[in-house]
């Protein structure tokens, strides 16, 4: 992302109360001990695309009618239970009855994948039997603050008993899911660990969670889920990867983001280190001091990618927190002293995990990136919630493209971008971005080609694909597009505006 050009008001629109979303989190006994379901999201999903993730999804009007026409949903979290039973139909095509897990008739389940609302209709119709009891609320989390809506999620526990008990889950014909998997908790955690499987974070939370209660009662997933529901735990950690924690700080950057993210990345048993924590208020650096005396490891350095305010912190505030070094390239260096001067290409021993650090100027000189097994901590290259901003005086709008065709070679597995949530799949991003720049560039030399000379009058063709872009913003980045033609010699700047210098 970048600051806000000095002048220029962008509204931010609040973002309301949170949505009220449910989960169910449904556990059997397999062979060799607890199993949990997951489902693989299509690529296609708006979020979490290609995540393993609890089944469930948003609640909806036809929820809350159920609640007040079907007295068999009486009792707490009505709204959330009979959403995730009207999910699990969809999704998975069960049931739940007094002697377990059942099938939906299909045609049933047709209808409801067709019309949400017709699960009313069935249950009232008793086209199929459902019960409530054994489900139990394990917690509830609110989202945390980076991404464009903020969700109330209840994660919702059954326990299905024996395996050989539980029916085959046929995916046809819903498409949310790609696939399905039990697995044991431990050997869930272990693979996402590994980078071998991409998992949403609050389900690796919540595994972690029963993984531990496991422990304590004897591998017994009911007395454990009871234990669960009694304590109900909150969110301590935001995991993006194993060795990638995330703690969104409060920043004045450019909407629709209001936060920095800032990075713990390193060995989760070992050295780590801070990465953009732009503190400048109390509130915000007394949560990061708390994730950091929760991790395990040793704080070794605090990184910052590159020097606009947003990713910046009030020093004496931090400091007040951290005595730890500080890293930076060579050209952060000059807005604030660095203890280390970062080099591209050097390698990071964070405990057992290595990070690479990249230089990627373009959007900022001297702006750094990490590059681990885990995937990419990518400063401002990419954003998951709005766009980048190339400021016209310090960045490079042919430096920014070339950066970022760099790092589509380096394929990596999961983006960690400044400003909102992960990035599930990294090559669709960066190559929309280099798409959507290429073709804007065009659209600019297309616009002096026609002969418009201002630059308020070719900022307005080269946006008029984009009606709802900001005239300031479409002002300060056409600009951008300008300088980086005119240092290619493309065009240039003359007494009575900019000209096509070669065709």
């Not at 071998?196 to 454990?224: C, N, S, W, Y």
């Amino acid at each position: 992302m970048s600051e806000v050009p000095k002048g220029m008001i962008v509204p931010n629109r609040g973002r309301g109360q949170p949505r009220p979303t449910a989960t169910m989190t449904l556990t059997r006994n397999g062979p060799n001990g607890v199993e949990v379901l997951l489902g693989l999201r299509s690529k296609t999903m708006r979020a979490f695309p290609n995540y393993w993730a609890f089944p469930g999804g948003g609640v909806s009007r036809v929820d809350t009618k159920a609640v007040e026409r079907l007295e068999q949903l009486e009792g707490p979290e009505a709204v959330t239970v009979a959403c995730i039973l009207r999910e699990m139909s969809e999704e998975l095509g069960l049931t739940i009855t007094q002697n377990g897990l059942q099938h939906l008739p299909v045609e049933a389940r047709e209808d409801i994948i067709e019309d949400k609302s017709k699960w009313l209709f069935h249950a009232e119709k008793g086209t199929f039997p459902f019960l409530r009891e054994g489900i139990k609320v394990l917690s509830h989390r609110i989202t945390p603050p980076f991404g464009p809506v903020q969700f109330d999620n209840a994660f919702l526990h059954l326990h299905a008993g024996d395996s050989d008990t539980v029916p085959e889950i046929d995916l046809e014909p819903q498409t949310e899911f790609t696939e399905i998997m039990w697995g044991e908790p431990l050997h869930i955690i272990q693979r996402w660990k590994n980078h071998e499987i991409k998992v949403a974070p609050p389900v690796v939370t919540l595994l972690m969670e029963i993984e531990r209660t496991l422990d304590r009662f004897h591998r017994d997933m009911e007395k454990a889920a009871d234990d669960i529901a009694e304590r109900r735990p909150g969110r301590r950690s935001i995991l993006f990867a194993h060795g990638v924690e995330v703690v969104p700080i409060k920043t004045a950057t450019l909407p629709p983001a209001d936060h920095t993210n800032c990075y713990l990345v390193g060995d989760p048993e070992g050295g780590f280190i801070l990465v953009d924590p732009a503190v400048r208020m109390r509130e915000d650096m007394e949560v990061l001091a708390t994730a950091v005396e929760r991790h395990r490891g040793s704080l070794e350095a605090i990184l910052f990618t590159h020097s606009h305010s947003d990713h910046m912190a009030d020093m004496s505030l931090l400091r007040e927190a951290f005595d730890a070094p500080i890293w930076g390239s060579e050209y952060t260096n000059k807005s604030l002293q660095c203890d280390r001067i970062l080099s591209d290409g050097e390698a990071l021993q964070l405990g057992e995990q290595t990070w690479t650090v990249l230089i990627t100027p373009g959007h900022h000189p001297g702006h750094v990136c990490l590059l681990g097994e885990a995937g990419l901590v990518a400063g401002d290259m990419v954003a998951g919630i709005g766009t980048i901003l190339i400021p016209p005086g310090t960045g490079d709008m042919t430096v920014y493209i070339q950066q970022l065709e760099r790092l589509k070679t380096l394929n990596p597995h999961l983006i960690f971008p400044s400003h909102g949530p992960v990035v599930a799949m990294p090559q669709h991003l960066i190559q929309h971005y280099i798409d959507h720049r290429k073709a804007r560039h065009d659209r600019v030399v297309a616009a002096v080609k026609e002969g418009h000379q201002g630059l308020e009058e070719i900022a307005v063709a080269a946006y008029a694909d984009s009606p709802d872009a900001h005239p300031g913003l479409a002002v300060d980045q056409t600009l951008s597009h300008l300088v980086a033609l005119q240092r290619e010699g493309r065009v240039g700047k003359h007494a009575d505006g900019w000209r096509m210098e070669v065709e």
